[in-house]
């Protein structure tokens, strides 16, 4: 019985998926909107008192983010950038400069390896004072589904309960209910083109 409602979770995760993928790839104009969604962010108060805060770099159609972040590097702040290990796991970069980035495996532009385990490079998750987040498709209480590899889920664990997670998304990545497990972390926010949610968050 149990094998059987796990399966149907994981089916409707994956039609949701899917949708969203879809709905994300036929979206218009993302570059303007995109544009409009980064502005969101930088203007919260939480992204005004934060001294370190982890930015994204969009791969595919996610919300993009890398036309963002050389104004984020002249901002005063400490901006962290993650990269996957090879045991598919987030590890954290301190970026100071954009020459610092390359196309890597798959595409994705990413830390240059040569620099990745430099000590003065490398960040603790709980050194973080605002995390943003990508994802596949939510909900407007901050249920967050991503590409099921888990990869930010393990990060998100050890960020601290007090750094704001908010997550970057098109009005079209929304759904009326996300599938979630106990386990499963809510955004505390996520910004579309279209309003600011305020999601259920941890500990909530």
């Not at 589904?145 to 990869?151: D, L, N, Q």
């Not at 106990?182 to 279209?194: K, N, P, Q, R, V």
């Amino acid at each position: 019985m149990t094998t059987h409602v796990t399966e149907t979770i994981q089916e409707r995760k994956k039609k949701l998926r899917d949708q969203a993928h879809a709905n994300r790839n036929a979206q218009e104009h993302k570059d303007d909107l995109s544009r409009a969604i980064c502005a969101k962010f930088v203007a919260l108060p939480a992204y005004a008192s934060a001294k370190t805060v982890l930015y994204y770099i969009d791969v595919r159609s996610e919300v993009r983010t890398r036309q963002e972040l050389p104004n984020a590097l002249t901002s005063g702040k400490k901006i962290i950038v993650p990269w996957c290990n090879e045991k598919g796991e987030l590890e954290l970069f301190h970026l100071e400069n954009m020459d610092e980035l390359s196309v890597g495996m798959y595409k994705i532009l990413e830390p240059k390896p040569e620099l990745r385990h430099l000590p003065a490079k490398q960040v603790g998750a709980t050194e973080l004072d605002l995390v943003m987040v990508p994802g596949v498709a939510f909900d407007r209480t901050g249920a967050r589904m991503g590409h099921g590899k888990g990869y930010y889920d393990k990060l998100l664990q050890h960020a601290r309960l007090d750094a704001p997670l908010v997550a970057l998304a098109f009005e079209c990545q929304l759904f009326p209910e996300i599938p979630t497990a106990s386990h499963d972390i809510f955004m505390d926010m996520l910004i579309t083109e279209a309003a600011v949610y305020s999601g259920k968050g941890r500990g909530k």
